[in-house]
Structure formats: structure tokens, C-alpha cells
């Protein structure tokens, strides 16, 4: 049977590198769809609501997809904002999709989960597999709501759901939005633009990151593992590597001497104290082999690398 894969908020950070990965790495037809009218950067682009069953079920029939990447969400700080629009988007939006995957052919489905689903008390701020999760925000709630709903549905309908508990994703694009690791991502643009940065969170706050490249590593690895290598049906915890504002400007600053940050901490500030510090991940190294690449300081370098080099292309262009 023929590949086809839907990726659903496909003009997202961790979707449009999910989907330029998919179209290089794999023999499969890539549909990149998102709530956008239309996006010209994807072969097959499809307008889909994730709220909109009929929609979306139209297009998995049409395609007759057979994977689903479901990557349409509302993010933390964007969820506080609203949290009714957070919570259908997030719930509402899985229920559709994890229908669709047990009463059409679809054969796997996956989940991004989150650090987010953790808060509360964490004894020395390193998140165990099993810690208890007790989240803070709407989308951490939604999130480990949705992490037992495919736990659900694997069991009762045997829907091959597989999800990873994201940390905040960094990388050199800025289709970001509404995240409160987003400060890691837009201190580049303003590094290498104004050459100073305010950062939303105070010097010391430590959280765990992952550069994308290993996100999406980490997504086609466990989308690939044999099946009986999936143990956890909920969500596995992933890390990469920890830092805080500080950290990763004293990086920056080793290739930028004259940039400058400072510090105006807002409500963000009380999401990311109800956060982890450090993931344990062993479970994801066990079960299906993770393990990342990219430390901070590989990070930053490639970051300010292809940033600079995406500015000089498109210098060239204009
Ligand atoms: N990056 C996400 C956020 O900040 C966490 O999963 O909301």
C-alpha cells in the first residue's frame, strides 16, 4: 500500500520541518494541511479546521492518507489568553483526528505531547517518566488529557498512537507563536538585527530544550520503531539539553561580542517556574534508541549559521 501522510498544522515550527523532512527522507505522498487559506511553500496543501470533522475526514478519504502527524495546537502562553479556544483546539481537535484514524485506514497516528504536562512539585526539578502530572497552564492540561486519550485509544480500538513529550523546540525559523520557550528563538533574530534582546524570562530560568533537528529526529524514530518497542502509550519524555537566558546568551555573545540583553520578566515567568529544569528520558533510550546530537553550544553556532546564510540568500533574491 502507498504512503500518505497528513501533517496537520503544517505552517508551524515543528510541522513545515517535519514535512520538508518527510518529503526528502521518505517514499511517501506528504499532505501538509494547517487552518491557513493557503500556503504555497508545500506540493499538496490542504485547507483543513481540525475542529471540522467533515473537513478533515474529506481529505483523508480523498488522499486515502494512511499516517497522521497531528501537530495543530494552541501553545501555553497563547492558551492562557483563551482558554476555551485552547482547550477545543487541543481536545476536540485529537478526538477528530484519533476517530478518523479508527474508522478509516490509517495505520499510525502522532501525538506531540509537552514538558507543559508536568507542575507542581518536582523534587529536584528533573521530571521522571512517571512523575505525577499536575500542569498549570490550559495547554498542559490539555496536553496530558490528550497524552491518556490516545493511551485510550490504543488500547480500546488499538489505534497505533505515538507521542513524545516535546521540551521547548528551538531552531533558526520563526514560525513560532504563543510558546514561553519562544524567547530562545527570537533572541537570534534580535541578536543578529538590533543586537539587543528583552527577555520575557529572568537570567537564572532554567528549562529544557531541544534543537529541531533533533525534535524531528526524535518524531521519524519513534514513528519508525517496530511496535513492540512502543511501550508507553501515553507520551514518552524526551530531553535534550537544559539552559537558561543567561547560558544562551554567554554563547551568543561568543560570536556576538556587542550583543546585549536584558531582563523584563512577564506572566510567562510563573509558567516556566511551574516547569522542569531537566528531563529524565531513559525510557525513550530503552525502548527505541533516542538519543540527541546537539548540545548549546552546536546550537547557537548553527543557528547564527543559517540565519545568517537564509538572510544572505534572501539579499541575493531582492
Ligand atoms: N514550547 C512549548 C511552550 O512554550 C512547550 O511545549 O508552550
Not at 482558554?83 to 485529537?94: D, Q, S
Not at 490509517?106 to 501525538?111: E, G
Not at 518536582?122 to 491518556?148: C, D, F, H, R
Request: hydrophobic share 40%; proline share 3%; glycine share 6%.
Amino acid at each position: 500500500m502507498k504512503k500518505v501522510i497528513l501533517i496537520t498544522g503544517c505552517c508551524g515550527q515543528v510541522g513545515s520541518q517535519i514535512y520538508n523532512h518527510l518529503v526528502l527522507h521518505q517514499k511517501a505522498k506528504v499532505i501538509a494541511s494547517d487552518i491557513k487559506l493557503s500556503a504555497n511553500e508545500f506540493r499538496i496543501y490542504e485547507q483543513v479546521n481540525v475542529l471540522d470533522y467533515q473537513s478533515i475526514l474529506g481529505v483523508v478519504r480523498r488522499h486515502e492518507v494512511t499516517e497522521i502527524y497531528h501537530l495543530a495546537a494552541i501553545l501555553s502562553s497563547a492558551g492562557e489568553n483563551d482558554i476555551e479556544r485552547a482547550w477545543k483546539t487541543n481536545i476536540n481537535g485529537l478526538l477528530n483526528i484519533l476517530n478518523i484514524c479508527r474508522d478509516e485506514k490509517v495505520s499510525k497516528l502522532f501525538f506531540p505531547s509537552s514538558i507543559a504536562v508536568f507542575g507542581g512539585e518536582i523534587k529536584n526539578k528533573i521530571a521522571k517518566q512517571t512523575q505525577v502530572l499536575t500542569p498549570t497552564t490550559m495547554y498542559g492540561v490539555s496536553k496530558a488529557a490528550g497524552e491518556n486519550l490516545c493511551n485510550y485509544y490504543f488500547h480500546k480500538f488499538a489505534v497505533d498512537v505515538r507521542s513524545i513529550r516535546y521540551p521547548g523546540i528551538i531552531g533558526p525559523q520563526l514560525n513560532i507563536g504563543g510558546g514561553t520557550t519562544d524567547y530562545a528563538v527570537e533572541i537570534f533574530h534580535s541578536a543578529l538585527g538590533s543586537g539587543k534582546f528583552s527577555c520575557f524570562l529572568s537570567a537564572d530560568t532554567i528549562l529544557p530544550m531541544i534543537y529541531i533537528e533533533d525534535a524531528i529526529k526524535a518524531t521519524v524514530n519513534i514513528m519508525q520503531a517496530p511496535t513492540k518497542n512502543i511501550k508507553i502509550r501515553t507520551s514518552y519524555n524526551l530531553a535534550g539539553f537544559s539552559f537558561s537566558p543567561q547560558m544562551i546568551s554567554a554563547e551568543i555573545k561568543k560570536i556576538i561580542p556587542e550583543f546585549v540583553i536584558n531582563y523584563a520578566p512577564d506572566h510567562r515567568q510563573a509558567i516556566a517556574d511551574s516547569w522542569p529544569r531537566y528531563i529524565n528520558d531513559e525510557e525513550a533510550k530503552k525502548d527505541w534508541n533516542w538519543s540527541h546530537s546537539y548540545n548549546l553550544q552546536l546550537m547557537v553556532e548553527t543557528i547564527i549559521d543559517e540565519i545568517k546564510s537564509y538572510d544572505y540568500q534572501n539579499s541575493n533574491i531582492a
